[in-house]
């Protein structure tokens, strides 16, 4: 088979997953999707491909995407009908700092929806829904807490009260167009330089207005520069080798900003997923884009599943959920290797 068929392959491969794909842990995803969209994605996949054949950087050939191409490609990726969606695990997003941000932006955007412009924090602004229930079983109001400063950003540098925080993640929702604001750790993936904070909407809307949404960042958070060039090559490189029909990643351990996460290697087959998975060590890594291709890649490592999902990150907040291949059926009696994935679980 040459180049060229093996490419057409490929593309109609991708736009099949999209549509007949099993909605195991995505609420919206492509199958529902007229079959004018479909059309639509398979030509803008041949046109990266071709991109990709002609060694364009990744990160330019998203950001030359039109406005058309994008809204096309964030559909095919669109991951969940919430618009909180985060990517991250359920106990990192019910940390109270992440949860009274998110509240608070959400707010200020529903603000900002309605009045065209921010609100002024004052004692004649309320917020839209002021009472949250934290994990001890009190009411808390979230407006007691919007003037105290953030202690995850003064981890990383930053000096900034939770209401400023908020005001920020409205304005980069409003400029990346995703219909919210943008989700408190996917603002740390960034500015860290992990990048890739979800194979979906965000991520191609970041990684296509990304010199824009740069330069928005960069006037709070001063010296993120390296960190969101870094961030943005990074998630653009993964979109594209999506595109490009890769499934399994290397992935090795990684600590940004003090905050766990992962480094995303190069594309590998599922094979080569399994030959790591079988060297069973810590260091030999797998990352994919959900639940159902880490069990797959468990399975062709030993053929006896893996462990439920888990995830390391009461203190490690990047960290991503993981399985680990069964060595045996014994369900105690898994392997070191991680096996990491983008879209969580719940069970």
């Excluded at 639509?40 to 330019?60: C, G, H, Q, S």
């Excluded at 080798?241 to 290397?250: L, S, T, V």
Aim: proline share 3%; glycine share 6%; with cysteine.
């Amino acid at each position: 088979m040459n180049k060229k068929i093996l490419k057409k392959a490929i593309s109609i491969f991708i736009c099949i997953i999209l549509v007949l794909l099993p909605n195991i842990n995505y609420a919206n995803a492509a199958s529902s999707k007229e079959l004018v969209d479909n059309l639509d994605y398979l030509k803008l996949n041949k046109k990266i491909l071709n991109e990709i054949d002609n060694n364009t950087a990744p990160e330019v050939i998203i950001e030359n995407l039109s406005v058309d191409e994008i809204n096309i490609l964030q559909s095919a990726y669109e991951t969940s009908t919430e618009s909180t969606y985060t990517g991250f695990n359920g106990e990192v997003t019910n940390n109270p700092e992440i949860q009274i941000i998110d509240n608070l932006a959400s707010e200020y955007y529903e603000y900002y929806v309605v009045y065209g412009e921010l609100p002024k924090i004052d004692s004649e602004y309320t917020p839209l829904a002021d009472n949250y229930l934290m994990d001890n079983n009190t009411f808390i109001t979230t407006n007691s807490y919007a003037g105290d400063y953030s202690e995850l950003m003064k981890q990383l540098g930053y000096t900034f009260t939770l209401s400023d925080i908020a005001m920020h993640l409205v304005q980069i929702g409003n400029y990346l167009n995703i219909g919210s604001a943008l989700p408190f750790l996917n603002l740390v993936a960034l500015i860290v330089g992990m990048g890739f904070i979800v194979i979906g909407t965000i991520a191609i809307a970041y990684s296509a207005v990304a010199v824009g949404a740069n330069n928005l960042i960069l006037q709070w958070y001063t010296n993120a520069s390296v960190n969101l060039t870094l961030a943005r090559q990074n998630t653009a490189a993964i979109i594209a080798q999506r595109e490009n029909g890769a499934k399994y990643w290397r992935a090795y351990l990684a600590n940004w900003g003090g905050l766990g996460g992962i480094r995303v290697g190069d594309p590998i087959s599922l094979e080569t997923a399994a030959s790591l998975i079988r060297v069973n060590t810590m260091s030999t890594n797998v990352f994919t884009y959900d639940y159902f291709y880490a069990i797959t890649a468990a399975n062709a490592a030993y053929g006896y599943g893996a462990s439920g999902p888990e995830c390391h990150n009461s203190v490690y907040l990047l960290n991503f959920q993981h399985v680990h291949a069964l060595l045996s059926p014994n369900i105690n009696h898994h392997g070191k290797s991680h096996i990491f994935f983008a879209f969580p679980v719940y069970f």
